[in-house]
């Protein structure tokens, strides 16, 4: 290391960068592994990255398709309310019609029963 070292500083006792071309063949092979290692390492991550923004994308559209689902569930459960109320304000509407026609014979007879008797004390006296 000191050799190397040493072979870097220049005449002046300065220290110089480091070039390739300085290193020895076994470190010029380390070096070339390392960056084929990077090179592949950083494939990867950009590839599981791509995975991970399409798993997402396809989760997000999973998710869409999910909500349009129970809200289209929601609106046929919401449809059928309507028209169950509906079908219960025309009953109403019947039986309030039918209530105020008894009501009317009801009235007419409890007339008619309370004047038969003052006719017939009038037709008595």
């Known amino acids: 290391v000191e050799a190397r070292e040493a072979a870097l500083m220049t005449d002046a ?3 110089t960068e480091a070039r390739i071309k300085d290193l020895c063949e076994g470190d010029k092979a380390k070096v070339a592994r390392l960056i084929r290692k990077l090179a592949v390492t950083v494939t990867e991550r950009d590839g599981a ?3 991970v ?3 997402k994308e ?3 559209k999973e ?3 999910r909500y349009e689902g129970r809200l289209n569930k929601l609106k046929a459960q919401n ?3 309507v028209d169950e109320l509906q079908r219960t304000k025309a009953k109403l509407g019947q039986c309030m019609a039918l ?3 008894f009501q009317a014979k009801l009235e ?4 008619e029963a309370s004047d038969t008797p003052v006719k017939a004390a009038d037709k008595a006296a």
């Open 49 to 51: 990255l791509r995975e």
């Open 13 to 15: 006792g300065r220290r």
């Open 99 to 101: 209530l105020k026609k």
């Open 79 to 81: 449809k059928a309310l």
């Open 58 to 60: 396809v989760s997000a």
């Open 53 to 55: 923004g399409m798993a």
């Open 63 to 65: 998710e869409a398709r």
């Open 108 to 111: 007419a007879q409890e007339k």
